[in-house]
T-cell receptor
Framework: GESVGLHLPTLSVQEGDNSIINCAYS??????FIWYKQESGKGPQFIID?????DKRQGQRVTVLLNKTVKHLSLQIAATQPGDSAVYFC????????FGKGTRLSVIA | DAGVIQSPRHEVTEMGQEVTLRCKPI?????LFWYRQTMMRGLELLIY????????DSGMPEDRFSAKMPNASFSTLKIQPSEPRDSAVYFC???????????FGQGTRLTVV
């Protein structure tokens, strides 16, 4: 029979606009929350992390927000570019990263 | 540094055959992880090592799967016997122990027919 694949949420964004990717986590004891990016045919790549005692951290064109009250994590990408098209995963904690299901970001040129 | 090196990049094998996937972590990294990625289940942690010692293998699906790390620069993931449902992309990653940034290899795409 036909297998049912994992349905990834998809976010389509116009080039130059800002993107917001959301993630819900389950483990309140996690020390760190991390965002990874996976381009087609490649392994996941680290973007940014945030320690559990922080609520915001900024990087180059990216900002991660952490809301521990509702166990929510978001990644904001400013001025989205075609090269940002990828699947984005949130992950919890070292030592071993536990990845969420991922969100596909599609940038429309 | 060449990054994490996995071999082979692609493997097609017949059901029942033994498959061995190989990984060379980044020099100086003392944590190594094996992940499996499928459309059905996403990215799953299979096993990880710290200083060549297996720490958590609870993600290894069955006894058919085994992983070794004989030294700091080499690890293998073996499937014996292989089954069609093992078809997936297998990633190896390495990091400094406790770091949030893990470096992934390009993956091995395994197809079991």
């Amino acid at each position: 029979g036909e297998s049912v694949g994992l349905h990834l949420p998809t976010l389509s964004v116009q080039e130059g606009d800002n993107s917001i990717i959301n993630c819900a986590y389950s483990n309140s004891a996690s020390d760190y929350f991390i965002w990874y990016k996976q381009e087609s045919g490649k392994g996941p790549q680290f973007i940014i992390d945030i320690r559990s005692n922080m609520d915001k951290r900024q990087g180059q064109r990216v900002t991660v927000l952490l809301n521990k009250t509702v166990k929510h994590l978001s990644l904001q990408i400013a001025a989205t570019q075609p090269g940002d098209s990828a699947v984005y995963f949130c992950a919890e904690n070292p030592p071993a990263l536990v990845f969420g299901k991922g969100t596909r970001l599609s940038v429309i040129a | 540094d060449a990054g994490v090196i996995q071999s082979p990049r692609h493997e097609v094998t017949e059901m029942g055959q033994e498959v061995t996937l190989r990984c060379k972590p980044i020099s100086g990294h003392n944590s190594l992880f094996w992940y499996r990625q499928t459309m059905m289940r996403g990215l799953e942690l299979l096993i990880y090592f710290n200083n060549n010692v297996p720490i958590d293998d609870s993600g290894m699906p069955e006894d058919r799967f085994s992983a070794k790390m004989p030294n700091a620069s080499f690890s293998t993931l073996k499937i014996q016997p292989s089954e069609p449902r093992d078809s997936a992309v297998y990633f190896c990653a390495s990091s400094v122990q406790g770091a949030t940034e893990a470096f992934f290899g390009q993956g091995t795409r395994l197809t079991v027919v």
